[in-house]
C-alpha cells in the first residue's frame, strides 16, 4: 500500500492527523505523496468557510447597528449590550479579513444587509429599514461610526 493510499484512508478516519501527515509532506517537499484529491477538496472548503465566517460577522454588526438606530422601545435597556457587540464583531472582523475577502464582502454587502434586515424585522416587528444597504462597507469596518 503507498503512502498515498494510507492517507486516504487516513482522512476518512482521522483528519486531523491526515492534515498534520500532509503538512509534513509538504515541509519536505514530497508532493507526489500527497493525497491530492482531499487536500484540493480541504483547500476549498476552506475558502468557503472563511468568506462564510466574514459574512457572518458583517451581518451581525449591521443587526446591531440596526437595533441601535431602530429599536427605540428597547434603546435605554439594551444601547450598552449591542455598542459592545458591534466592537466585538468588528474587531473579530478586521483582525480576520484579507484584500480578497474584503473584496467579497463589498460584492455582497447588499445581499448581507438584506439578510440583516429580514433578521431585525422578525425581532423587533419594525418594518421601516431601507430598502438598499444604506452604509458603506468602510463605515460598517471602523470602529468609531455608529448611526
Known amino acids: 500500500m503507498t503512502i498515498t493510499t494510507n492517507l486516504k484512508q487516513l482522512y476518512e478516519t482521522d483528519e486531523n492527523l491526515w492534515l498534520e501527515e500532509t503538512i509534513g509532506l509538504l515541509r519536505q517537499k514530497q508532493f507526489h505523496q ?18 462564510a465566517k466574514t459574512k457572518g460577522l458583517l451581518r451581525q454588526i449591521i443587526i446591531h447597528i440596526l437595533l441601535l438606530k431602530y429599536w ?13 457587540e458591534i466592537k466585538t464583531f468588528r474587531y473579530d472582523l478586521n483582525n480576520h479579513l484579507t484584500t480578497n475577502l474584503m473584496n467579497k464582502l463589498q460584492d455582497d454587502l447588499e445581499n448581507i444587509y438584506q439578510s440583516a434586515v429580514d433578521f431585525v424585522q422578525i425581532k423587533t416587528n419594525l418594518t421601516i429599514f431601507a430598502e438598499k444597504c444604506p452604509y458603506t462597507l468602510a463605515q460598517l469596518l471602523d470602529d468609531n461610526y455608529l448611526p
Open 72 to 84: 427605540q422601545v428597547e434603546y435605554e435597556r439594551n444601547y450598552r449590550h449591542w455598542i459592545g
Open 34 to 51: 500527497l493525497d491530492l484529491e482531499n487536500l484540493i477538496e480541504e483547500l476549498i472548503n476552506f475558502g468557503k468557510r472563511d468568506l
